[in-house]
């Protein structure tokens, strides 16, 4: 009973990692109606900024701002060079400039840093409150950063100006440029807020599973599936696919295919959602008068 409250425990703090990058990837969906198959990568070579920060003895919250602020500085910079000029282009055009991008940042990453396995500090103490043994101090603290992820965007997104502009620019982005919003500006910063969570993604995973340029690719898989389960056109139904996501995967390679197949758990969620319900489970039908 122990072994499962903490698997349970542990898969709600994977769940945590999984729901900002879907976050990331809703966010992105929602201005483009794409994928960023490259959102993972952009989190990986954030992190290796942060490696490197720590590496020359900056301190570790001091690290975490510059490395948010690097990863606002790359979405927006890609969403300016990049995307902006495909605005016209067709769809497929689209997606292979994504898959170009995940291959480009992830070999760019493996020629500046190496692809040697580097281990990366948690900001969280050794040992877990109170003494308790069901749950890490890094896994608490997982879960502490996701919930104020969530409620910072969230509180963003409903009370602010800028959050108010960047919804409206997204649903609509021809009645909010006649209402005068800057929609480009907007798209823009929407890259950047997009890249800043899948950064602080990318800190709490590497801890976990140790830095290197393949280390948001399965990481990737799982919050797609979180994003489609919970609806990917839904932020808070990303937070409630990653935390289904990472505790069935969780439950499932410790007591059902073993830690070789649990990858194998995420492509059974995507292909079971597209089938039974595309929308997910907190997602918009679109209904369309012909």
């Not at 542990?10 to 990837?25: D, E, F, H, K, N």
């Not at 602080?200 to 280390?215: C, E, I, S």
């Amino acid at each position: 009973m122990f072994n499962l409250l903490q698997q349970i425990a542990s898969g709600v703090a994977m769940g945590g990692i999984y729901a900002c990058l879907g976050l990331a990837l809703v966010m992105i969906y929602q201005s483009t109606h794409h994928i960023n198959f490259a959102q993972g990568e952009m989190a990986m070579f954030s992190t290796f900024i942060a490696w490197l920060c720590v590496k020359a003895g900056m301190p570790y919250w001091a690290t975490f701002l510059l490395t948010v602020s690097f990863g606002m500085v790359l979405g927006m910079l890609i969403e300016r060079v990049v995307l902006r000029p495909l605005k016209d282009a067709p769809e497929m055009s689209v997606i292979v400039v994504f898959i170009g991008l995940f291959v480009g940042i992830n070999s760019l990453a493996g020629w500046i840093f190496g692809h040697q396995l580097e281990t990366f500090p948690s900001p969280f103490p050794a040992r877990a409150p109170f003494g308790t043994t069901l749950i890490s101090s890094h896994e608490l603290g997982t879960i502490g950063v996701a919930l104020a992820v969530v409620c910072v965007l969230y509180a963003f997104l409903r009370f602010t100006r800028v959050g108010l502009a960047m919804r409206s620019a997204a649903e609509n982005p021809v009645s909010s440029r006649l209402s005068g919003i800057p929609v480009s500006l907007m798209l823009s910063l929407g890259w950047g807020l997009s890249a800043v969570i899948g950064a602080v993604a990318g800190l709490m995973v590497a801890p976990v599973v140790f830095l290197d340029p393949n280390m948001m690719g399965g990481i990737l898989i799982y919050a797609f599936a979180a994003a489609l389960l919970g609806g990917i056109d839904n932020p808070w139904g990303a937070v409630v696919g990653g935390v289904i996501v990472g505790v069935v995967e969780n439950l499932a390679g410790t007591y059902v295919v073993g830690t070789e197949l649990k990858l194998s758990v995420a492509l059974v969620v995507i292909v079971g959602v597209l089938l039974v319900r595309p929308s997910g489970l907190f997602g918009r039908k679109l209904v369309t008068r012909v």
